[in-house]
């Protein structure tokens, strides 16, 4: 099964995600992860797209698409992939569609995260003061959030009219979104 988690910066997409890897064995494919990675070894690839995470800004579709595209066996091996933090543009997400075509595979169920914004405000405060991640300071976290609904939440019209957008109540407790998010899955398996 092949998921997307969706929904803007701090709905809680990486927590759920690593929930389901644990619990099902699936593969977290969080382009986020990858390249705080690429900056953390010092790469080149790492080189050119700090500042843009250090905006909030997105780094372009070609790169996230090649970086999904290079997991996407590992994935398949392990029974599927939870897609988090992509895609975010509609290029991309017709690319995924092609991508996981040629391999046989598509996308099962995107599951829509539903914060809303000053929830979303307060999580991220908290996040910047227990972990410190550059960008969820609070100027480039309002830009993170200006890019989600400028680019990103146009997916919601193209994953609906796939009809595989299921919409889940993001605002609870992690116990209790993580339930939900089962009972759309059990619905999909
Ligand atoms: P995230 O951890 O998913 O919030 O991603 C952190 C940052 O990485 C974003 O603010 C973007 O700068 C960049 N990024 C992550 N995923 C993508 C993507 N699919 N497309 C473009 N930029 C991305």
Do not use: C, H
Not at 106 to 125: C, F, G, M, N, Y
Not at 164 to 176: N, P, T, Y
């Amino acid at each position: 099964m092949n998921l997307i988690l969706f929904g803007p910066p701090g709905a809680g997409k990486g927590t759920q995600a690593k929930r389901l890897v644990e619990q099902r064995g699936m593969v977290q494919l969080s382009t986020g992860d990858m390249l705080r990675a690429a900056i953390a070894s010092g790469s080149e690839l790492g080189q050119k797209v700090k500042g843009v995470l250090d905006r909030g800004d997105l780094v372009t579709d070609e790169i996230v698409i090649a970086l999904i595209e290079e997991r996407l066996p590992e994935a398949e091996a392990a029974g599927g992939a939870i897609f988090d933090g992509f895609p975010r543009t509609v290029a991309q997400a017709q690319a995924l569609d092609v991508m996981l075509a040629k391999r046989g595979q598509k996308i099962d169920s995107v599951v829509r995260l539903e914060v809303d914004e000053p929830a979303l405000i307060e999580r991220i405060t908290k996040r910047y003061a227990e972990q410190g991640r550059s960008d969820d300071n609070p100027e480039t976290f309002v830009n993170r959030l200006a890019r989600y609904n400028a680019d990103t939440a146009p997916l919601l019209p193209y994953y609906r009219e796939q009809g595989k957008l299921v919409e889940v109540d993001g605002m609870g407790a992690v116990e209790a979104v993580a339930a939900s998010i089962d009972a759309t899955l059990t619905v999909v398996a």
